[in-house]
């Protein structure tokens, strides 16, 4: 049967409290019995020594007590004694005979014989001492205290024994009386802390059942589960956690479902427009003096496929940690400048100005192959938002202190709104395609080239204001210990030559 953590800390503060009570109660209990045993038997021993005294003093007089006044004489003082102490003292001869007794009712002492084994034990130490149980037809029904010692004359031979009693019923009723008391006292504070321990972890508890239930319905489908957070210790660290993990997992799976959503409709445009293509040259609707045009088109759209696939397999294995990096020192102006020779035809169709595009060996440590991504994908799209006649300007600096190098991007254009520039590097994220002709794209090559560069250890970010620029910038590792030179490139041409008609223009 599951036991709920109220119920166990219940039951584990139940026997805590239980145990140190009655640990408690035990030693209580036999210190204060061992108090007042020791109290009262001190009390016998003082009123042995001062019986033998008056003892004594009896016994210096002319005719000792051998007379019956001088008994009741020595008695009467015994009895002054006895009072005080409220003991009963007796005088026994050196016979072990009781001859004084100082009990006022009907006294069963006097006459009696001492036991053997008690004048033995009495005669052989010349000090007062603990004796047990003794008259026993006498106590049978109750429980006393004894000490005695044996009176000696000047030559230190015995001539009586002095013995002092006390019932130790009075400590016995006290000894009861305390454990009763303590009873209450401790079924009292075991209540009360029982109520407080059911208290405290019922609100304890609260917390985690309210958890239970939010990890319950998130299980079944409910995203938007979320547990109130109240209090700042252990448990509301966790609700807040757990608050953090939903909050993370309800992104993901909005995510999940806008990438299914956003691969659906990728794959559908370019597939239908091939499907129409071809069954419009197979039943003949596009004439022959066409196909090739359109063949053109479905070549472009095979190629979009290709560039999708291969972006989706570059995600799969960023997320899985299967993509190996081959960090190297290299320039990273040859990568920019290969880039930009790959997108020549593109820079002269628009006639777009190349600005800041001067070449110096700036050296980097990072994967060549992850950094030529990140830039093609960047410079991709530069240029797919950069107007007729626009400009692209570059700009990589090397910081030497801090170790890094900066690499910006700006082209001119729209820009992108303030709204939208925080959720630009996430996975098929796309702005508002009515505010842009340019819809073509999935939307992941800046998801990848965040990730690549976060890879490679740097940052990368954008800064843009509307309908005046877009500058993307990222930073990679410096490379330690190179000294920065003129590479030996070729750079697209800002003439306009007969054997070099290039419509690329490099200005710094």
Not at 54 to 64: M, P, R, T, V, Y
Not at 83 to 92: E, F, K, P, Q, R
Not at 411 to 432: C, H, Q, V, W
Request: glycine fraction near 6%; include cysteine.
């Amino acid at each position: 049967m599951r036991k709920s953590i109220v119920s166990r800390f219940f039951s584990a503060m139940s026997m805590v409290l239980v145990f140190s009570i009655g640990t408690l109660g035990i030693f209580f209990v036999f210190f204060a019995n061992r108090y007042f045993q020791t109290d009262r038997l001190n009390l016998l021993n003082l009123c042995v020594t001062n019986a033998q005294a008056a003892f004594n003093d009896s016994l210096q007089e002319k005719d000792g007590i051998s007379t019956e006044a001088q008994r009741s004489k020595l008695r009467e003082n015994l009895r002054l004694i006895s009072n005080t102490t409220s003991t009963i003292v007796i005088l026994a001869d050196e016979n072990g005979k009781c001859i004084v007794c100082t009990q006022e009712d009907e006294c069963a002492h006097e006459g009696a014989f001492l036991p053997n084994d008690t004048m033995k034990k009495l005669g052989g130490v010349n000090a007062t001492m603990q004796l047990g149980k003794i008259f026993e037809d006498i106590y049978s029904q109750t429980s006393q205290l004894s000490v005695g010692r044996a009176a000696r004359d000047e030559k230190g031979n015995i001539i009586g024994y002095v013995l002092a009693f006390s019932d130790a019923t009075n400590i016995t009723v006290f000894s009861n009386a305390i454990i009763s008391i303590f009873m209450v006292c401790a079924g009292t504070m075991l209540t009360i802390s029982s109520v407080v321990s059911i208290i405290v972890t019922s609100h304890l508890t609260t917390p985690l059942r309210n958890i239970s239930d939010a990890a319950r319905r998130f299980s079944q489908g409910d995203f938007g589960a979320r547990v109130e957070v109240d209090g700042d210790d252990e448990v509301a660290q966790l609700a807040t956690t757990f608050n953090q993990m939903a909050g993370f997992v309800e992104k993901n799976e909005k995510s999940r479902s806008s990438f299914v959503a956003n691969i659906a409709h990728e794959l559908r445009t370019p597939m239908t427009s091939i499907k129409g293509f071809v069954d419009g040259m197979l039943d003949g609707t596009i004439p022959p003096a066409m196909q090739e045009r359109y063949l053109t088109v479905i070549s472009d759209e095979v190629g979009r496929l290709a560039r999708l696939t291969n972006s989706m397999l570059d995600i799969s294995k960023l997320e899985s940690g299967e993509f190996i990096m081959n960090v190297a020192n290299y320039n990273i102006w040859d990568t920019i400048a290969a880039i930009a020779f790959a997108f020549e035809n593109r820079i002269e169709e628009n006639n777009i100005t190349l600005r800041g595009f001067t070449p110096e060996k700036i050296m980097v440590n990072a994967d060549r192959d992850l950094i030529h991504q990140v830039v093609y994908n960047i410079f991709d799209n530069a240029l797919k938002f950069t107007p007729q006649d626009g400009c692209i300007t570059f700009s990589v600096t090397e910081d030497k202190s801090a170790g890094k190098v900066t690499v910006k991007i700006r082209n001119t254009g729209m820009g992108i709104s303030k709204d939208a520039l925080p959720y630009i590097f996430e996975r098929f994220y796309k702005e508002d395609s009515s505010r842009s002709v340019h819809t073509k794209g999935a939307g992941i090559g800046l998801y990848i080239s965040k990730t690549l560069v976060q890879r490679s250890g740097g940052d990368i970010w954008a800064e843009s204001e509307e309908g005046q620029y877009t500058e993307f910038i990222f930073t990679v590792p410096a490379a330690k210990n190179t000294k920065q030179q003129s590479p030996k490139v070729t750079l697209p041409g800002t003439n306009k030559g007969k054997n070099n008609k290039q419509k690329v223009k490099n200005k710094r």
